[in-house]
């Protein structure tokens, strides 16, 4: 198990220095942020700038993280905090006052270089990239110190990567002031637009959603073959939509669905697998994309809702592929429904728990068709959710004071790390502004392409999965999307195709070994093999590989550009194409297929996912595609009639 999923398995802590420290931190960060997505500071007529206001909540992240977060992560959940983490954490909360108060006359004297503003940023520097490492490990830390460190010698390379000349205090005083840097877009983002999302989260779980979804899946599934991994597929999708966070939706349905899979006959690999690219998945699906789409939005001066149509498509395609998967596989295997005894009744489930699609219809009316602002449309679904548990819930799930209190101090808590990943983007993206480190990577990474469209995404995919390996969803997204989109964009790719394509290769580290984080935290609950599950992952998972280059070449996956016929075409043949891949990959289609007949089966499913309006002969392959799968679907029916002979296919 890797340190950051212990670490987000971490309760709070209850009782003690420690509980009440994360306690009041905790609920101060979560009212924070969702009062500001209320409106409420200007509602009572307080005025300041929105820098000031990210100062105070990144001193009280810096405190609480400093109290609960041990030195080392072997050591464990906190109970005692030793003298010099108190230091650290009134420090850190003295710090973000300080900055708070002081930001508009430091500020204006940005270039004179006050001994106060050399100190604070200094001080804000050295706590974050601490904060960092006790939040989410060594990868992040070791990815902005290298660019920290070639930031500062980047003038003495030759070549395209030779960067300005900037001295080291001139450099943390640019990151700690300018918008470009610590207090920008990326941290205003996690602070509050992400925090009322977490909170709609814990409020959704807390009273009865979580489990809602749990027993729809199940009621709609079970009765199926394979109905176990349907399960899994269904409810993670479901969950992970709103959550967004790979080891949480793991947490919250893998401890239930993959047991389950288990007992009904799958693999240990295969069920860890199956679980854990469900679970990937989520941040892929919208609405809330692992908190990356409202970032997206603002990178692109798009509005959420031209993000969230863009990104449908691709992730329903991702979770079609793997629902064939599993019912292939389970067809395979002679895997059998769920018993009866475990299956609730579907209208009971409906009848106990049909409120708790109304957030979601509250959630995407007012996102869509309101046009208000994702942290006040998250406000309102935070309103549904709060009467619908508090008057109904599900079973014998009910809201209380108290309980909404506890969501209140979990969802500062756990945003107390997207803060400290936060801040780190920040970090990264003032130094490739102020060094030109960002332009010199875009002509070097072009240069290595050769002006080569493919080319150039093959080694941009190559580095998503590359750079996005142990870190966290924002962080991997933000550091691709500053990186690798503007080489991208630079050789025609559009930006919405360039974004997209860099979000679906990053959250595929996640499912790809050597450090398949989802994988091994999946494989730990099954009692897998950690690396077979990475390589099972990585096959459920193929449509992320695959959809994305298609997508950067043809609009119509994104919904964009094209005419509706257009995209209802390339929708259908991509539908049809998935499923042959996919049973060419497992090799059962209406019956086990001979070596042979996966090769066509595959062949042709490839020939029909190529969007028809992608190149010129692209039309001719969808036809000889759709030749080939006729033939396969011709033989697998012919082979799977009662009385026909059947031959021992080659495995």
Same mark, same amino acid.
């Given at each position: 198990?890797?340190?950051?999923a212990?670490?987000?398995?971490?309760?709070?802590?209850?009782?003690?220095?420690?509980?009440?420290?994360?306690?009041?931190?905790?609920?101060?960060?979560?009212?924070?942020?969702?009062?500001?997505?209320?409106?409420?500071?200007?509602?009572?007529?307080?005025?300041?700038?929105?820098?000031?206001?990210?100062?105070?909540?990144?001193?009280?992240?810096?405190?609480?993280v400093?109290?609960?977060?041990?030195?080392?992560a072997?050591?464990?959940?906190?109970?005692?905090?030793?003298?010099?983490?108190?230091?650290?954490?009134?420090?850190?909360?003295?710090?973000?006052?300080?900055?708070?108060?002081?930001?508009p006359?430091?500020?204006?004297?940005?270039?004179?270089?006050?001994?106060?503003?050399?100190?604070?940023?200094?001080?804000?520097?050295?706590?974050?990239?601490?904060?960092?490492?006790?939040?989410?490990?060594?990868?992040?830390?070791?990815?902005?110190?290298?660019?920290?460190?070639?930031?500062?010698?980047?003038?003495?390379?030759?070549?395209?990567?030779?960067?300005?000349?900037?001295?080291?205090n001139?450099?943390?005083?640019?990151?700690?002031?300018?918008?470009?840097?610590?207090?920008?877009?990326?941290?205003?983002?996690?602070v509050?637009?992400?925090?009322?999302?977490?909170?709609?989260?814990?409020?959704?779980?807390?009273?009865?959603?979580?489990?809602?979804?749990?027993?729809?899946?199940?009621?709609?599934?079970?009765?199926?073959?394979?109905?176990?991994?349907?399960?899994?597929?269904?409810?993670?999708?479901?969950?992970?939509?709103?959550?967004?966070?790979?080891?949480?939706?793991?947490?919250?349905?893998?401890v239930?669905?993959?047991?389950?899979?288990?007992?009904?006959?799958?693999?240990?690999?295969?069920?860890?697998?199956?679980?854990?690219?469900?679970s990937?998945?989520?941040?892929?699906?919208?609405?809330?994309?692992?908190?990356?789409?409202?970032?997206?939005?603002?990178?692109?001066?798009?509005?959420?809702?031209?993000?969230?149509?863009?990104?449908?498509?691709?992730?329903?395609?991702?979770?079609?592929?793997?629902?064939?998967?599993?019912?292939?596989?389970?067809?395979?295997?002679?895997?059998?429904?769920?018993?009866?005894?475990?299956?609730?009744?579907?209208?009971?489930?409906i009848?106990?728990?049909?409120?708790?699609?109304?957030?979601?219809?509250?959630?995407?009316?007012?996102?869509?068709?309101?046009?208000?602002?994702?942290?006040?449309?998250?406000?309102y679904?935070?309103?549904?959710?709060?009467?619908?548990?508090?008057?109904?819930?599900?079973?014998?799930?009910?809201?209380?004071?108290?309980?909404?209190?506890?969501?209140?101090?979990?969802?500062?808590?756990?945003?107390?790390?997207?803060?400290?990943?936060?801040a780190?983007?920040g970090?990264?993206?003032?130094?490739?502004?102020?060094?030109?480190?960002?332009?010199?990577?875009?002509l070097?990474?072009?240069?290595?392409?050769?002006?080569?469209?493919l080319?150039?995404?093959?080694?941009?995919?190559?580095?998503? !999965? =590359? *750079?996005g390996?142990?870190?966290?969803?924002? @962080? $991997?997204y933000?550091?691709? +999307?500053?990186? /690798?989109?503007?080489? #991208?964009?630079?050789?025609?790719?559009?930006?919405?195709?360039?974004?997209?394509?860099?979000?679906?290769?990053?959250?595929?580290?996640?499912?790809t070994?050597?450090?398949?984080?989802?994988?091994?935290?999946?494989?730990?609950?099954?009692?897998?093999?950690?690396?077979?599950?990475?390589?099972?992952?990585?096959?459920?998972s193929?449509?992320?590989?695959?959809?994305?280059?298609?997508?950067?070449?043809?609009?119509?996956?994104?919904?964009?550009?094209?005419?509706?016929?257009? !995209? =209802? *075409?390339?929708?259908?043949?991509?539908?049809? @194409? $998935?499923?042959?891949?996919? +049973?060419?990959? /497992?090799?059962?289609? #209406?019956?086990?297929?001979?070596?042979?007949?996966?090769?066509?089966?595959?062949?042709?499913?490839?020939?029909?996912l190529?969007?028809?309006?992608?190149?010129?002969?692209a039309?001719?392959?969808?036809?000889?595609?759709?030749?080939?799968a006729?033939?396969?679907?011709?033989?697998?029916?012919?082979?799977?009639?009662?009385?026909?002979?059947?031959?021992?296919?080659?495995?």
């Amino acid at each position: 198990m890797t340190m950051q999923a212990e670490r987000e398995l971490e309760a709070p802590p209850e009782g003690g220095a420690v509980g009440v420290a994360s306690t009041v931190l905790g609920a101060a960060i979560a009212m924070a942020g969702i009062a500001w997505g209320a409106d409420l500071y200007r509602q009572l007529g307080w005025n300041f700038l929105a820098e000031q206001f990210l100062a105070v909540v990144l001193g009280m992240a810096l405190a609480l993280v400093y109290t609960v977060r041990p030195f080392r992560a072997s050591d464990g959940p906190r109970i005692h905090v030793p003298w010099h983490d108190w230091t650290l954490a009134a420090l850190s909360l003295a710090t973000g006052l300080y900055m708070g108060w002081s930001y508009p006359r430091m500020l204006g004297e940005f270039f004179n270089a006050p001994w106060d503003v050399l100190i604070v940023t200094w001080l804000l520097f050295v706590l974050v990239i601490e904060g960092l490492r006790r939040c989410s490990g060594w990868p992040l830390v070791i990815v902005v110190m290298a660019f920290f460190l070639y930031a500062l010698v980047g003038h003495h390379v030759g070549g395209s990567l030779q960067t300005r000349e900037v001295g080291v205090n001139d450099m943390v005083i640019y990151l700690g002031l300018d918008t470009s840097g610590l207090f920008g877009l990326v941290l205003l983002i996690g602070v509050t637009v992400v925090i009322p999302f977490v909170f709609f989260g814990q409020l959704l779980s807390s009273s009865g959603g979580a489990a809602f979804f749990n027993d729809i899946s199940l009621a709609l599934m079970g009765r199926f073959r394979g109905g176990a991994a349907k399960i899994s597929v269904l409810a993670s999708s479901l969950f992970g939509s709103i959550n967004g966070i790979v080891v949480s939706n793991i947490l919250a349905t893998g401890v239930i669905t993959i047991p389950m899979m288990k007992k009904s006959g799958f693999r240990p690999e295969h069920s860890a697998a199956i679980e854990a690219s469900a679970s990937n998945g989520g941040q892929l699906m919208p609405p809330v994309m692992g908190a990356v789409a409202f970032l997206m939005a603002d990178f692109l001066q798009i509005s959420y809702a031209d993000v969230a149509i863009a990104a449908l498509v691709p992730s329903l395609l991702y979770y079609l592929a793997l629902f064939i998967q599993a019912d292939l596989e389970a067809a395979k295997g002679g895997i059998l429904r769920v018993p009866s005894s475990e299956i609730p009744r579907l209208l009971k489930v409906i009848a106990a728990g049909w409120l708790f699609f109304l957030p979601f219809a509250v959630l995407i009316y007012a996102l869509f068709w309101l046009n208000r602002e994702p942290e006040n449309a998250a406000i309102y679904a935070c309103v549904t959710v709060l009467a619908i548990g508090f008057v109904f819930g599900y079973g014998t799930w009910r809201l209380t004071p108290k309980e909404v209190w506890n969501c209140l101090v979990r969802t500062g808590v756990s945003s107390a790390d997207i803060i400290m990943i936060a801040a780190a983007a920040g970090f990264i993206m003032g130094i490739l502004q102020i060094t030109g480190l960002g332009f010199a990577l875009t002509l070097f990474l072009v240069t290595l392409g050769a002006g080569n469209i493919l080319l150039l995404l093959v080694i941009a995919a190559f580095l998503c !999965i =590359l *750079l996005g390996m142990g870190m966290p969803t924002l @962080g $991997v997204y933000v550091l691709l +999307a500053v990186l /690798i989109v503007p080489a #991208l964009v630079e050789v025609g790719v559009t930006p919405l195709a360039a974004h997209m394509f860099v979000l679906y290769l990053g959250m595929m580290s996640f499912v790809t070994p050597p450090v398949a984080i989802a994988a091994f935290f999946a494989a730990n609950i099954a009692r897998a093999d950690p690396m077979k599950t990475g390589w099972a992952s990585m096959r459920f998972s193929w449509t992320a590989y695959i959809i994305p280059f298609l997508f950067v070449f043809s609009p119509s996956l994104l919904m964009q550009g094209t005419s509706w016929t257009a !995209i =209802l *075409l390339s929708i259908s043949t991509a539908i049809v @194409g $998935v499923w042959f891949v996919s +049973a060419g990959m /497992i090799g059962y289609g #209406l019956r086990r297929m001979p070596a042979q007949w996966r090769i066509v089966s595959t062949v042709g499913g490839f020939l029909l996912l190529m969007p028809p309006e992608m190149t010129g002969w692209a039309w001719m392959a969808n036809v000889v595609g759709f030749g080939l799968a006729a033939a396969v679907f011709a033989a697998e029916y012919v082979s799977s009639r009662p009385g026909a002979a059947r031959s021992a296919p080659a495995e």
